[in-house]
């Protein structure tokens, strides 16, 4: 299990799926049982990730982004549809709707993104 961690770069900063300036650093990784990940991702200023969908193969993908750090100004997630919407706590399903952040302005913004695929069997959370 340690091994795959440190294939997958745990603990460690890597550019984002995107490619669109922000960092992501793996915290987290299961895939027994409810498959689940946890990011701290890290916007520099300039950065911003466009309008897109992160479909899965199977299953219903959930995630929750918690603000740590605001950006002085910019780095706004906006979606399509949202599950939670609060000013520092965003539930949303990426594999349903766009999403996007715009470009981060001033200061660098910081959040832990945790994700989760559940089975198309289970009758909650839909």
Same mark, same amino acid.
């Given at each position: 299990m340690i091994q795959r961690l440190m294939e997958l770069k745990w603990l460690r900063w890597q550019k984002g799926r995107q490619q669109s300036g922000y960092d992501k650093m793996l915290i987290i990784y299961n895939k027994l049982g409810v498959e689940c990940d946890a990011y701290l991702l890290r916007f520099l200023v300039g950065s911003m990730i466009p309008q897109h969908q992160d =479909?899965?193969? /199977?299953?219903?993908?959930?995630? !929750?982004?918690?603000?740590?750090?605001?950006?002085?100004? *910019?780095?706004?997630?906006?979606?399509?549809?949202?599950?939670?919407?609060? =000013?520092?706590? /965003?539930?949303?399903?990426?594999? !349903?709707?766009?999403?996007?952040?715009?470009?981060?302005? *001033?200061?660098?913004?910081?959040?832990?993104?945790?994700g989760w695929v559940l089975d198309e069997s289970l009758k909650c959370c839909k």
């Open positions: =479909p899965v193969q /199977k299953g219903r993908h959930f995630r !929750l982004n918690i603000i740590i750090k605001k950006s002085q100004s *910019g780095g706004e997630f906006i979606c399509e549809r949202d599950i939670i919407n609060l =000013p520092r706590i /965003k539930l949303f399903r990426p594999d !349903l709707y766009r999403h996007e952040v715009t470009e981060v302005v *001033g200061s660098p913004r910081y959040v832990l993104s945790i």
